[in-house]
Nanobody, 113 residues
Framework: QVQLVESGGGLVQAGGSLRLSCAAS????????MGWYRQVLGKQRELVAT?????STKYADSVKGRFTISRTRTSMYLQMNSLKPEDTGVYYC?????????WGQGTTVTVSS
């Protein structure tokens, strides 16, 4: 069983920055892939960024050049710069582990114009 706990969300003005954290139980480096997803009310959850056990990263086109995903042995991070109102949503941490896929409870990011 893997537990994921997100933190770092909040209210920020457009152009500002936030850093999201995802604390995970277990050794993150043993996970296949971890990622950040976001969801806006009434819309499907969408991929924001992923990072593999080998450190390869992938980003949604809408956040390339503005967001950076990283991880340590126990946590994953999402540095979000130059935030836009369309970045508003609930951000979820995701882990693809040998015994299943796990999600955190989400942290809310609100970007005001």
């Amino acid at each position: 069983q893997v537990q994921l706990v997100e933190s770092g969300g909040g209210l920020v003005q457009a152009g500002g920055s936030l850093r999201l954290s995802c604390a995970a139980s277990g050794n993150i480096f043993s996970f296949n892939t971890m990622g950040w997803y976001r969801q806006v009310l009434g819309k499907q959850r969408e991929l924001v960024a992923t990072i593999t056990s080998g450190g390869s990263t992938k980003y949604a086109d809408s956040v390339k050049g503005r967001f950076t995903i990283s991880r340590t042995r126990t946590s994953m991070y999402l540095q979000m710069n130059s935030l836009k109102p369309e970045d508003t949503g609930v951000y979820y941490c995701n882990a693809d582990v040998y015994n299943g896929v796990y999600w955190g409870q989400g942290t809310t990011v609100t970007v005001s114009s």
